[in-house]
């Protein structure tokens, strides 16, 4: 009787950030990208919650993200540091609706690059989310700001999501995870040339599912 081999499983284990300012849904992110559920009940982070999202990444490798979910007050900037050590990559995440948290994601991917970084020396992998797409008031002038915003602010990329309406969400997290496995090999951004593309959209398809990053070309 032959005996079948079993491929040994290879885990990797990720430690992820989600800042930004208060109440432009980061729970909610976090809740609907872990659980695939969404609460209309609000309740704010106080300093950090925790959360735990495996993926089978591919038949020889299985991922487990640790998502640290930073409060958005203030004061909690003055203990990120604590907060951010061993983190691998990073959800910056704004209010599509609201211009000033734009604003002050700018303001938390420069504390996060003044406070961890990779071995190497390079920045961690961030990924900014331009939350509640679902909403009526999304700033199409902001949206279309936020190809330079990310090239000036070195993100690795950019989503319009939705917590409510789940668009984008796992999409965006299987990104973030992808440069993170890159880094993780040792692979370099900077030893390729970056070519901004946009995803385009099926015919029909809602124009706030629309996402837009930029990809190495190899």
């Known amino acids: ?3 079948r081999s079993v491929t040994p499983c290879t885990e990797k284990l ?3 950030l989600v800042i930004g300012d208060l109440s432009v849904g980061k ?3 976090v809740l609907r990208y872990v659980n695939k559920r969404f609460d209309e009940r609000y309740k704010a982070s106080i300093g ?12 020889k490798t299985v991922v487990r993200l640790q998502l640290w979910d930073i409060a958005g007050q203030e004061r909690f900037k003055k203990m990120s540091r604590v907060f951010y050590k061993e983190a691998m990559g990073a959800v910056v995440v704004f209010d599509i609706t609201n211009s000033s948290t734009l604003e002050a994601a700018s303001e938390w991917k420069q504390d996060l690059d003044s406070k961890v970084c990779l071995d190497s020396g390079r920045p961690v992998p961030a990924v900014l989310l331009a ?15 936020l190809d330079s915003f990310c090239k000036d602010n070195s993100f690795m990329g950019w989503f319009e999501t939705s917590a409510k309406d789940n668009i984008n969400i796992d999409e965006a997290g299987a990104f973030l995870v992808k440069q993170m496995m890159l880094c993780d090999t040792g692979l370099s951004n900077e030893e390729h040339h970056w070519d ?3 995803v385009s959209q099926a015919p029909g398809e809602n124009q706030s599912q629309s996402l837009c990053c930029w990809r190495p070309r190899l």
């Open 48 to 59: 950090v919650d925790f959360a735990l999202k495996t993926i089978e990444w591919d038949a």
């Open 1 to 3: 009787m032959a005996v």
């Open 131 to 145: 939350n509640k797409c679902d909403m009526t008031g999304r700033d199409r002038d902001l949206v279309s700001s």
């Open 196 to 198: 901004r593309i946009k």
């Open 14 to 16: 990720f430690k992820v």
């Open 27 to 29: 729970s909610s992110i």
